[in-house]
């Protein structure tokens, strides 16, 4: 039987059509499912399900193309139309999620017969009805579809402004002494003799690390930490409201227990017992390694009791050059973004055990968003013979306006076995040139999400789709792939200077004392970020920089900057809501899965094969911990990650 097809995208110039007519057919196909199933339910439970699977086909397929292009398509009246289609899909899922009629065609099938994944699947659906407000009278219930429909455009308005808000600062060129020649080259003066320099990412980041002009980097860090204000705080005011609003109208004591019920943490409580464990365990390395930042920090600036928050990256970095021997200027010569990208192909391509094909007549929204088919490389013909793709992903890895700030995975389409092929798309926002190496694992630890999104798309259910199992479980692969990024020998493949001189593995053994310099501090100030996350969705608090700046002061090793608002332009509270600890929570378990791996034999085929099969290609049809069990052997522990922290 022949693959399913890929998604054919349209040209730039008629996108917004194309998104308006699918979003139309879309939504017209599953109603009529819908209806369908309302009309003649079926009594054969496995029938049933297989029937409420085709509608969440369609509507994921419409959600994923709207997601995807209103945060990347270089057209405004195309990013509107498909943050319409999202809000009218979002519309569907809540007036689906709260009609009694149909719960009650779920609720009373005979499950008895069906198999563990089918019946696995046919407990989450009457999860998710009770989760909506199903049972809930007819007041509550209109009230519910009131606070969704808002709650979908009051996310979309808060990711739009931190899209849209690309603050500037332009100073002289002397003023930018420190910086990488090939960064230099790249900002020439104005006709006024001043050079811009923006808040995104591929400035913002180099420009704190390496700017002598300790002025400039405080103007820099002011300018990136207070983009998205004022605009984004009514609207995240608002947004927690209502979210608290509807946690309790379904029964819930607030936002986080009601988001947490769904995770592996399980209850709301559990979240800021997490953060102040791992922040105890970071208590001791933090002081250790901020004792050797302040005294650096001294001998330029005599006196002072902290080190500034502008100054942390920059100083952060003189330690690693002038005490660990790690010149970050240095490093970045072997990192050309051609060759990692390819690097990136060809390591995860092995250790998968797939091949991936470059399309180049693939429509892409952007002229330089790359295309690849994705095949099997294990079958019998899968070597160098074209067999049919499984998979399909873009890689849109630069920056340009109205785009989304971060870096991300985006689902495309969701992967079913027989009915439609898995498509991601990895957003990020690099540089075409050189690459810092931060940047590097950031590549690795996103393309991780792409994988997973692909390799779990071969099941029978749009439910269990490729990242599809609790949300503080998915960052745990792709922080674990991190970890080829810091391999001498593989690096070596790849990372090479402008001579195609490999890069030395005793610089990479610097590179790794390096990052380990800070790791103490960095785990605080994920913390400040996790504890952000939840008490402003727990307290609701009236002024958000008042609290904000408590959490700070309890968590973060780095004091607060005045007349800032970082959580303006805190894009997680809108996705990850209060649950930006998953990132930590993944990490630890991340450190686990790893521990399965020999470092002296990465690409282990009997592992590599073992992780793939047991961890990504089941996507969600297990619950997290059955999938780590499953491959470690054994239930997963904190001691991996309380040893790397602890060293």
Known sequence: MSSPAPLSLPAVEVAQEWVQAEATAGLERATGLVDALRATPPTDALEALRQWDEVHLALSNVAATGSLLSNVHPLEDVREAAEQAEQDVMRMLTRLGLDRELYDVFAGLDGSGLDAEAARLLAKTLDDFRRAGVDQDEAT??????????????????????????????????????????????????????????????????????????????????????????????????????????????????????????????????????????????????????????????????????????????????????????????????????????????????????RYEHVPAAPVWAEDVTCYDVYDATTPDGGDDVTEPFGRIYLDLHP????????????????????????????????????????????????????????????????FAGVATEWDFVEAPSQMLEEWAWDADILRTFATDASGEPIPADLVERMRAGDDFGKGYHARTQMFYAAVSYWFHQDRPEDLTARMRELQERYSPFPYV????????????????????????????????????????????????????????????????DLVADFLGRPYTFDAYAEWLAR
Request: net charge negative; hydrophobic share 40%; proline share 4%.
């Open 400 to 463: 340009r306006q109205g785009k989304y700030k971060h870096a991300a995975q985006f689902t495309l389409a969701d992967g079913v076995a027989g009915r439609q092929l898995p498509e991601g798309v990895l957003v990020c926002n690099f540089s075409r040139g050189l690459m810092e190496h931060d940047h590097v694992v950031t590549l690795f630890h996103e393309f991780g999400h792409l994988v997973h999104h692909v390799l779990g798309g071969r099941g029978r259910w749009t439910r």
């Open 141 to 354: 219930r209109a009230r519910i579809t009131v606070i969704n429909e808002r709650l979908t455009e009051l996310d979309q308005r808060f990711g739009k402004v931190i899209r849209d808000d690309v603050r500037t600062v332009r100073v002289a060129p002397e003023r930018l002494a420190g910086l990488p020649e090939d960064w230099l080259e790249e900002h020439p003066a104005d006709d006024d003799g001043l050079v811009t320099v923006t808040t995104d990412y591929p400035d913002a980041v180099p420009v704190r690390m390496f700017a002598h002009d300790a002025g400039v980097r405080a103007e820099m860090t002011q300018a990136f930490l207070t983009r998205g204000w004022p605009a984004n705080e009514p609207l995240l005011q608002e947004l927690f409201t209502l979210r608290h609003e509807l946690a309790t109208l379904v029964g819930f004591d607030g936002w986080a227990s009601y988001d947490a019920a769904v995770k592996m943490i399980g209850e709301g409580p559990a979240i800021p017992t997490f953060i102040d464990r791992i922040a105890e365990a970071a208590e001791e390395p933090m002081r250790r390694d901020l004792a050797v930042l302040l005294a650096r920090y001294r001998e330029d600036n005599p006196g002072a009791e902290v080190v500034a928050q502008p100054d942390a990256s920059y100083y952060e970095e003189v330690v690693r050059r002038e005490q660990l021997q790690v010149d970050a200027q240095q490093v970045r010569t072997y990192f050309d973004f051609a060759k990692v990208r390819q690097g990136l192909l060809d390591v995860t391509g092995r250790l998968f055990g797939l």
């Open 562 to 625: 005045e007349g800032t608002h970082f959580f303006a332009s805190f894009g997680h509270l809108g996705g990850y809501s209060s649950a930006y600890y998953t990132y930590m929570w993944s990490l630890v378990i991340a450190k686990d899965l790893f521990s399965a791996f020999d470092a002296g034999s990465m690409f282990d085929p009997v592992v590599a094969a073992r992780y793939r099969d047991r961890v990504l290609a089941p996507g969600g049809a297990k619950d997290a911990a």
